[in-house]
């Protein structure tokens, strides 16, 4: 999944985003107001992590202009600021959480699979169809109670299969949702890729559908 990060200082960005890829999310990284409300394929980001001081504006401004624009994924404010007033007032914006630096960042990993779970409508961390399991915090993937072998992008590749079980993803789709924004994309990737992934789960769990994409089946 594709985690945009809005954060002005150099050092605790690249850091955040190192150890949010070490958890297997693609991470782009957005150091301006101006850069992150421009933000160009908005609607195939998992998740924003706002901070609040930015240096040409303030992140409760674009976080309001955001959600003006119907932007829906959750939200999460990480910011220094911690007084209740602050705390309200990004709620109150349509802020999905509101996390005070410093956090641990396995607090952080833990809140932020909770909004996961909250906007798929779900009280439980795994995602589970049929025999396969595969649980986002301990990343594992399980087939008949058997642990599979799975590179990370087999990993995030299978879980967004899985939050969009039934429904047909182009091989642009699946590019956009699981690279960074000025990662290299090649279409080919996905084609070996998903061919991996069915010989460790069963190939006839995702259907090709010629002109159009790949859907995994219910």
């Known amino acids: ?43 195939k980001i998992a998740a924003i992590i706002l901070d609040l001081g930015l240096p040409d504006g303030d992140g409760i401004a674009l976080l309001r202009q955001w959600r003006a624009r119907k932007v829906d994924c959750p939200i999460l404010i990480l910011t220094a600021r911690g ?45 589970v169809l049929g025999d396969l399991a595969l649980d986002p915090i301990a990343h594992t993937v399980t087939l008949k109670g058997e642990l599979l072998d799975l590179s990370r992008q087999e990993f995030r590749l299978l879980h967004l299969f899985l939050r969009r079980a039934g429904q047909v993803l182009s091989q642009g789709d699946i590019l956009e949702n699981l690279y960074e924004l000025d990662a290299p994309r090649e279409l080919n990737t996905i084609e070996v890729m998903v061919g991996r992934l069915r010989r460790k789960i069963g190939k006839e769990r995702i259907t090709t ?10």
């Open 209 to 218: 559908l010629r002109g159009l994409g790949y859907r995994f089946e219910k």
């Open 83 to 127: 007084s209740w007033q602050d705390k309200v007032e990004g709620l109150n914006a349509g802020a999905d959480d509101f996390v005070v630096k410093p956090v641990r960042f396995e607090e952080l990993l833990a809140r932020l699979n909770a909004l996961f779970r909250r906007h798929a409508g779900k009280r439980e961390s795994g995602l």
């Open 1 to 43: 999944m594709r985690l945009l990060l809005v954060e002005d200082d150099p050092e605790l960005g690249r850091r955040l985003s190192e150890r949010l890829r070490s958890a297997d999310f693609a991470v782009d990284l957005a150091r301006t107001s101006a850069e992150a409300e421009d933000w160009p394929d908005l609607d």
